[in-house]
C-alpha cells in the first residue's frame, strides 16, 4: 500500500508563490512516475504537471507552463511542485498521485495511488 501525504497549501495573495511537497511510503518511489492534479469546486479534477521516474522528463499542464515547476528526490521519496506568480484561477484542492510506470500519464486513470488533497486559495 503507497501513502501519499502532501504538505504546503494555504491561503496566498495574486502573485505569490508556494511550494507544495509530497511524501511517499510503502513502496519504491523511484520506479514510478509522479504527478500533481488539481481540482476547483464544481470541476473535474485536470493535470497541472508530471515527471517521470528517474526526474529527467517534466511536463505541465498550458495554464501552469513557466509558472509551476515540479522537481523529485528520490533519495527522500518526495515530489515537490513550485508554484509562482499565483493566480486566482490556481485556487483548487491539489492532490500528489503516483503513476502505475515510470511514464508520466495525463489523465486520473495513468495515477494508482492519491493523496487526499491540500487546499491552496490564492484571493487578495
Known amino acids: 500500500q503507497v501513502q501519499l501525504v502532501e504538505s504546503g497549501g494555504g491561503l496566498v495573495q495574486p502573485g505569490g508563490s508556494l511550494r507544495l511537497s509530497c511524501a511517499a511510503s510503502?513502496?519504491?518511489?523511484?520506479?514510478?512516475?509522479m504527478g500533481w492534479f488539481r481540482q476547483a469546486p464544481g470541476g473535474q479534477r485536470e493535470f497541472v504537471a508530471g515527471i517521470s521516474w528517474s526526474g529527467v522528463s517534466t511536463y505541465y499542464a498550458d495554464s501552469v507552463k513557466g509558472r509551476f515547476t515540479i522537481s523529485r528526490d528520490n533519495a527522500k521519496n518526495t515530489v515537490y511542485l513550485q508554484m509562482n506568480s499565483l493566480k486566482p484561477e490556481d485556487t483548487a484542492v491539489y492532490y500528489c498521485?503516483?503513476?502505475?510506470?515510470?511514464?508520466?500519464?495525463?489523465?486520473?486513470?495513468?495515477?494508482?495511488?492519491w493523496g487526499r488533497g491540500t487546499q491552496i486559495t490564492v484571493s487578495s
Open positions: 510503502g513502496r519504491t518511489f523511484s520506479g514510478y512516475a
Open positions: 498521485a503516483q503513476g502505475v510506470s515510470g511514464g508520466v500519464g495525463f489523465g486520473p486513470t495513468d495515477y494508482g495511488y
